[in-house]
């Protein structure tokens, strides 16, 4: 995790909390991922946000995702998954 997801950056590197779950952010390994400290901001660019969103998910476990139930995972991640692998 010394590598911005979004750049391959290796300085001025922060943490992307990726997820929002019951008004907090989601604060576990999985959920969290590398970012170049310029994108990471209150308003990011949407694709760098979604694409944070999808590394992490590739990250995460059916266990990790288990403890939010109320978030419907599978069709994040096929959402994200089609822009981000069907459509380059």
Not at 14 to 40: D, M, S
Not at 47 to 69: F, G, N
């Amino acid at each position: 995790m010394l590598k911005c997801v979004w750049t391959g950056e290796t300085t001025n590197i922060t943490w992307e909390h990726c997820w929002i779950y019951a008004g907090k952010q989601i604060n576990e390994t999985w959920a969290i991922v590398p970012l170049a400290k310029r994108f990471n901001t209150s308003h990011p660019p949407q694709i760098v946000k979604e694409y944070c969103r999808w590394i992490s998910l590739m990250r995460a476990t059916k266990k990790d995702l288990a403890k939010y139930p109320k978030k419907d995972w599978d069709q994040e991640k096929k959402y994200l998954d089609n822009k981000f692998i069907y459509n380059k």
